[in-house]
């Protein structure tokens, strides 16, 4: 038996999905244990491009179980619309499960999510994708929220429903913004319910057997560790835990059986939205580094903030998640640079940090400590282990390794299942 969590190692965007999808070559289920379809995971498979947002990248997988946990916050509209563009491109989903305890983000929320983000100052906003997954969470905190198990009886549902969008609306209304029409949205909803019902399980049940059976299980995160609601750079981050103890509570299933946390990284840095962002880099050179990464958001197309590798970071990332094993992505994007650099301490008034600061506001005042390779001058994405890599490159990837203090278990030099090779 064997079983991994793979989380982002930095804001996100390192791309888990492809990485996830090399792994399941060996897994039985996948699980996805925490955010919404705030999120999106991209897979490329041959000549066929894929963006997943809800559901675990192990669907490309016909033997293998996904489970949508309880952890999530899940669209009904959003997830039934997945699925369908799935089958419709010859993908079966019959494989599907989702946790009767995931609660629903209902229209209302999404509503809420713009109006509130909307009242924010500027340099005050969250950059949230406006797609209801705090207010969901609030909902669920709040116990006040809807679980998919509800989406099983109609009648049940429906009440509910009215009674949370009846409240909602007396919000909307007392601050002045648009209303829902709540028994056009019931009518949207009630079809998605129908879809959704036989896909309902107790998933909890599910994973448990399946690693009582000595099953190959894997732990799909969203987001990144930096985003974590607890561990990231707060308050500009997500609504759940994407760390890799979010698997646990996000699914059910006891950490005593855990063996392996892979973390995934990118050999640079990228961030979507607001919040610090200490090795950003500005101007020209944080173009060519967006152009060569091809670096906009799978699921809301902005472009993403780059810079340099920060270590400093990555090596609280690998910390607090327990990670022992790394999977380094794009190295292929840094291949024609003449120099790279590391971020291996933070200037924060004259005063040198080797760890994260708890304190997010400070992030804002760093300068970062570099350190300056040579860069390596020349393709890598045909290569398919890792003697073939170029010295300079390697040396890099080492360095790399030795400042976040994990070992290196995955290299991947471009964006298709085939440019992936494991150390």
């Not at 429903?161 to 648009?178: C, D, L, P, V």
């Not at 560790?225 to 990231?232: E, M």
């Not at 940090?353 to 400590?369: A, F, I, Q, T």
Request: some cysteine; proline content about 4%.
């Amino acid at each position: 038996m064997s079983v991994t969590v793979l989380v982002g190692a930095q804001w996100g965007d390192e791309g888990k999905g492809k990485i996830i999808d090399v792994l399941t070559r060996d897994v039985d289920m996948v699980i996805r244990f925490q955010g919404g379809n705030n999120a999106g995971h991209t897979v490329e498979i041959g000549d066929q491009k894929y963006v997943l947002h809800l559901i675990p990248s192990g669907i490309f997988r016909p033997d293998t179980i996904n489970i949508i946990g309880n952890g999530l916050v899940v669209d009904p509209l959003a997830l039934q619309e997945e699925m369908e563009g799935l089958i419709k491109r010859g993908i079966a989903v019959k494989n599907l499960q989702l946790s009767d305890k995931a609660h629903l983000i209902m229209p209302y929320h999404k509503l809420m999510d713009a109006m509130k983000e909307g009242q924010l100052a500027e340099g005050k906003k969250i950059g949230t994708t406006k797609r209801g997954i705090g207010p969901a969470y609030t909902d669920k905190a709040d116990r006040c929220g809807i679980r998919a198990l509800e989406l099983l009886d109609l009648a049940e549902f429906r009440v509910h429903f009215t009674e949370q969008a009846e409240k909602y609306n007396r919000i909307f209304a007392a601050a002045g913004q648009e209303t829902l029409d709540i028994d056009a949205e019931w009518l949207q909803l009630k079809a998605a319910a129908e879809y959704l019902k036989p896909y309902i399980k107790d998933t909890v049940l599910e994973v448990n057997q399946a690693a009582r059976a000595g099953k190959n299980i894997l732990f799909e995160g969203a987001q990144g560790a930096l985003l974590d609601v607890d561990h990231g750079t707060y308050p500009f981050v997500t609504s759940s835990n994407t760390t890799s103890g979010g698997a646990c509570t996000g699914s059910g299933l006891s950490p005593r059986y855990i063996q392996d946390v892979y973390g995934v990284i990118k050999a640079y840095t990228t961030r979507v939205g607001e919040g610090p962002f200490q090795t950003e880099l500005h101007g020209p050179e944080g173009e060519a580094l967006r152009k060569a990464g091809n670096e906009y958001g799978a699921t809301t197309g902005r472009p993403r903030r780059c810079g340099w590798f920060d270590a400093v970071a990555s090596r609280y990332s690998c910390m607090v998640n327990g990670i022992n094993k790394l999977a380094i992505t794009k190295l292929d994007v840094l291949d024609r640079l003449p120099e790279v650099k590391l971020c291996v301490a933070y200037d924060i008034d004259g005063k040198r940090y080797e760890e994260m600061p708890s304190d997010s506001r400070l992030l804002y005042k760093v300068k970062p400590v570099y350190e300056t390779l040579p860069g390596w001058m020349c393709s890598t994405d045909h290569v398919s282990c890792w003697d073939d890599l170029p010295e300079k490159a390697k040396k890099y990837l080492r360095r790399l390794a030795e400042l976040v203090d994990a070992e290196i278990g995955i290299v991947s030099v471009g964006p298709n299942r085939s440019q992936t090779f494991e150390l």
